[in-house]
Nanobody, 121 residues
């Protein structure tokens, strides 16, 4: 079973930046598209961004386009999310998972513990 460990969250002022990392175990990481999802208090988990297995394609939620950049390093079994121009509405727990780029939905049934991002106004 794939293990996912998210890190890099924290408290930042509006307009600031954070870089999240997701380290995945397993030798098959490089063959899967991966994505970031987030869940704010009282809300359902939502799609943030996704990247194809070879970094050739990416997809973003409308709310994150132009501000967030997803990338991956298959040699390190790690996917990243660079978040710039953060807004208070970006406050959430961020998770990574296997993803379907077209449908912007998670594929894997296993979720890590997530990493908390809090943006103050």
């Amino acid at each position: 079973q794939v293990q996912l460990v998210e890190s890099g969250g924290g408290l930042v002022q509006a307009g600031g930046s954070l870089r999240l990392s997701c380290a995945a175990s397993g030798r098959t990481f490089s063959v899967y598209a991966m994505g970031w999802f987030r869940q704010a208090p009282g809300k359902e988990r939502e799609f943030v961004a996704a990247i194809s297995w070879n970094s050739g394609s990416t997809n973003y939620a409308e709310s994150t386009k132009g501000r967030f950049t997803i990338s991956r390093d298959n040699a390190k079994n790690t996917v990243y999310l660079q978040m710039n121009s953060l807004k208070p509405e970006d406050t959430a727990v961020y998770y990574c998972n296997r993803a379907n780029l077209a449908t912007m939905t998670p594929v894997g049934g296993y979720w890590g513990q997530g990493t908390q991002v809090t943006v103050s106004s």
